[in-house]
């Protein structure tokens, strides 16, 4: 997953918390995106930005907000995290030139 | 909003045999249909992708396919080998992936029996 890191790769967190979840990229691509991968549901788009400051809504941005003040930072926020919001988070980047790139994940668990 | 189905979730072939993962769409608009592989514990990774301007295409033991009139596109994957025990996803979009992302089909668990 060379050029795109996530953090933190693992997290347990308590409902009712904050919880930021890091996506950092040196690949200067455009257009990032954070998705959720459910067992039986695949991955499903939460957020996307298509520059600096830019974003917009995904299929399931419910409880979700995000934020890019950078090119290669984009950040994904829970507001109050509920048990619902367990699941593996992925980010990724593109050119809009067709391809996507994916981070390794960040496995959220929220107790 | 688009919509893509996967079929099977789970496909089990012999060594050496060919798997075929098929999935439809239903906005006819879209015009990029990527596929992807995930092993355990890491990112989706793209093996192959085809536009809506050619019909097949071809990458060594791979290929995909796509009926645009019939909404449907497969995944071809000849010689199987152990190394391709994954979970395979299929997508669409309408922008080529760029400004409203990615539709993904919920999965297909390829299991390669030696």
């Known amino acids: 997953d060379a050029g795109i890191t996530q953090s933190p790769r693992h997290k347990v967190t308590e409902t009712g918390t904050p919880v930021t979840l890091r996506c950092h990229q040196t690949?200067?691509?455009?257009?990032m995106y954070w998705y959720r991968q459910d067992p039986g549901h695949g991955l499903r788009l939460i957020h996307y930005?298509?520059?600096?400051?830019?974003?917009d809504k995904g299929e399931v941005s419910d409880g979700y907000s995000v934020s890019r003040s950078k090119t290669e930072d984009f950040l994904l926020t829970l507001e109050s995290a509920t048990s619902s919001q367990t699941s593996v988070y992925f980010c990724?980047?593109?050119?809009?030139?067709?391809?996507?790139?994916f981070g390794s994940g960040t496995r959220l668990t929220v107790v | 909003g688009e919509n893509v189905e996967q079929h099977p979730s789970t496909l089990s072939v012999q060594e050496g045999d060919s798997a075929v993962i098929k999935c439809t769409y239903s906005?006819?608009?879209?015009?990029?249909f990527p596929w992807y592989k995930q092993e355990l514990g890491k990112g989706p990774q793209l093996i192959i992708d085809?536009?809506?301007?050619?019909g097949e295409k071809k990458d060594q033991r791979i290929a995909v396919t796509l009926n645009k009139t019939a909404k449907h596109f497969s995944l071809h994957i000849t010689e199987t080998q152990p190394e391709d025990s994954a979970v395979y996803f299929c997508a669409a979009s309408n922008s080529g992936g760029g400004a409203d992302g990615l539709t993904f089909g919920k999965g297909t668990h390829l299991i390669i029996q030696p």
């Open positions: 085809i536009r809506s301007n050619v």
């Open positions: 906005d006819s608009a879209s015009n990029y």
């Open positions: 930005s298509y520059g600096v400051k830019d974003t």
């Open positions: 690949e200067n691509h455009r257009y």
């Open positions: 990724a980047i593109s050119e809009g030139d067709y391809g996507y790139t």
